[in-house]
């Protein structure tokens, strides 16, 4: 059975930092891609980042680039999501996420396995 589990998430202020995990079990990262999504009440899940596990290439959505890095621990099979600088705005619930196909890493409807997700959030 495939599982996800996300957790490190909690409440932060305005300008600091969180470290998500994201550990996989019943399945093996390195054949798929892991992206990062979340979804703030009454919006659409938005895409944050990913990461294709067998040649580490990472990408960032725009609205997070430079703030985020997305890292692998292959002997821990987990993910990370590591957020600086946190805004307002980034408050939301974070999701993991894997998929085997490496197009469209930005669209949600084509991942395969979700976790239960982890709320932050930046109060101001």
């Known amino acids: 059975q495939v599982q996800l589990v996300e957790s490190g998430g909690g409440l932060v202020q305005t300008g600091g930092s969180l470290r998500l995990s994201c550990a996989g079990s019943g399945l093996t990262f390195s054949n798929y891609v892991v992206g990062w999504f979340r979804q703030a009440p009454g919006k659409e899940r938005e895409y944050v980042g990913s990461i294709r596990w067998s040649v580490a290439y990472t990408n960032y959505a725009d609205s997070v680039k430079g703030r985020i890095t997305i890292s692998r621990d292959n002997a821990k099979n987990t993910v990370y999501l590591q957020m600086n600088k946190l805004k307002f705005e980034d408050t939301a619930v974070y999701y993991c996420?894997?998929?085997?196909?490496?197009?469209?890493?930005?669209?949600?409807?084509?991942?395969?396995?979700w976790g239960q997700g982890t709320q932050v959030t930046v109060s101001s």
């Open positions: 996420a894997a998929r085997r196909t490496t197009t469209r890493e930005y669209d949600y409807r084509d991942y395969d396995y």
